[in-house]
């Protein structure tokens, strides 16, 4: 279920457990930066690789909210490109989604690395787009052994 502002997903978990006039409450309380917080080490990775020159984008299913929030989070200067499905029309695991990514920071698939935390919407549409995917969890466990990876080899730019 896809919505371009992200409320019927919101709905779909808060409204049948909580009642109805619960889902605005919650979807507005996470509309602010203040409501999340930035993984521990993930400022300090994201600024080293960014000073190294690599090029990074977010390619996301999430809403409407994501550009506020990255900006309330203080981070979404760091950011060459963010694709939004709610914005481009197109959803993880849709190669759709990660080529706008590409074409944005021009950098082809091949030069390129996507970190995920899901093996069919990260993995199976990163893969089918030609990007190698580390997945969160898996592959890479913090910021900084991603930003290690990276920097340490003939990785992506």
């Known amino acids: 279920m896809h919505s371009a502002s992200g409320l019927s997903v919101c709905r779909m978990f808060v409204t049948i457990p909580c009642g109805s006039w619960m889902d605005h409450c ?67 695991p849709s190669p759709e989604i990660f080529n706008i990514a590409l074409d944005q920071i021009g950098v082809e698939a091949s030069k ?7 093996e069919t919407a990260d993995m199976a549409g990163a893969n089918a787009t030609g990007l190698e995917c580390w997945l969160w969890g898996k592959d890479v466990t913090t910021f900084s052994e991603i930003q290690e990876r990276i920097l340490t080899t003939d990785g992506p730019q």
């Open 26 to 92: 919650f979807f507005q309380y996470y509309a602010h930066g203040d409501a999340w917080r930035l993984p521990t080490g993930a400022d300090a990775a994201l600024r080293e690789l960014k000073d190294a020159g690599v090029k990074l984008a977010v390619v996301s299913n999430f809403d409407t909210r994501l550009r506020k929030l990255l900006k309330d989070l203080n981070v979404s200067e760091m950011f060459d490109a963010i694709v939004v499905s709610s914005e481009v029309g197109y959803e993880k």
């Open 112 to 118: 390129a690395i996507h970190v995920g935390d899901d």
